[in-house]
């Protein structure tokens, strides 16, 4: 240890040396702090050495092209600025809205592209019924549907105090979610039993994504007072049931009351009430 600590100390010294000496001194002085390693230790000096000698050599290429960007970005137009100012937003979403700019767009829209920031959350509506088309299973995997299926009574919400929430602080109570909130093996299993009594009868699978998302879900279900049934329930119903609307309901109509009754075997009386509730509700439609 003693050792690599002199090596280190040595070649920092060199380095100093040829700042202050200059560059004829500095190979006399650096040889002469060479010549006393060992097979060792001039191997380190040599990698130390060539380590210390890049950074300002990689320094110097880097701060002309950030010199470069700077200048360009000062002189281009405002169509040409985009792919300058994307620098650094990697880790954020782009979406192309249209494929052409024009003079009129709005500021942030680049090329018909536009940033969106980490606290940014799309809440859309679409109607489900004869007057629209089918909504792919794709749009279903992708997003969380709230259905309304009934139309509730009335009621009055009081005021209250306005609260400010950043993403960054949304995200943590998420993580922490998980970390208090672990799904239960007894889930875990109850979920694995009905994937393969569903890949067996009616050839449907969870898919990774909507497996992820039961990870990601649930337990910020639970957090904010529900439970890994309801969580799990949720899903299920509003993502993998949902596929059955894309198939030939009238060839599995019966077999639904068999799931029916596999769903209350494996989770209790009653069972997730909400699959139950739409297996019966399409038995019904077909």
């Not at 500095?26 to 130390?48: C, E, M, N, P, Q």
């Not at 782009?94 to 920031?117: C, N, Q, S």
Request: proline share 4%; aromatic share 12%.
């Amino acid at each position: 240890m003693a050792k690599v600590v002199y090596n280190i100390a040595a070649v920092f010294s060199s380095i100093l040396n040829l700042l202050v000496f200059g560059w004829l001194d500095y190979f006399s002085i650096f040889k002469t702090y060479f010549d006393t390693f060992d097979i060792v230790g001039k191997i380190g000096a040599v990698i130390l050495f060539a380590l210390l000698i890049a950074v300002p050599v990689l320094i110097v290429p880097i701060c002309v092209h950030r010199w470069r960007v700077n200048h360009q970005l000062k002189h281009d137009d405002t169509s040409n600025k985009a792919p300058y100012r994307e620098i650094g937003r990697l880790n954020k979403q782009v979406l192309e809205l249209v494929p052409t700019a024009w003079d009129g767009d709005p500021r942030a829209l680049h090329d018909g592209k536009i940033t969106v920031p980490d606290s940014l959350w799309f809440v859309g509506t679409a109607n489900n019924d004869d007057s629209t088309f089918t909504i792919t299973d794709k749009v279903y995997d992708r997003a969380i549907p709230i259905e309304l299926n009934e139309r509730a009574d009335a009621f009055e919400c009081p005021r209250h105090e306005r609260v400010h929430v950043t993403s960054q602080h949304l995200q943590y109570l998420f993580q922490k979610a998980k970390v208090e909130h672990v799904i239960s093996e007894d889930v875990l299993e109850k979920m694995h039993k009905l994937d393969q009594y569903l890949q067996t009868r009616f050839r449907l699978a969870f898919g990774n994504r909507i497996i992820k998302q039961m990870y990601d879900f649930i337990p910020v279900y639970v957090a904010c007072g529900g439970t890994e049934l309801g969580g799990m329930d949720y899903i299920i119903a509003r993502k993998v049931l949902k596929k059955f609307e894309s198939m030939n309901v009238s060839f599995v109509r019966d077999e639904m009351t068999g799931l029916i009754e596999y769903i209350e075997k494996t989770f209790g009386e009653g069972g997730p009430p909400d699959s139950v509730s739409y297996l019966l509700r399409i038995q019904n439609m077909y």
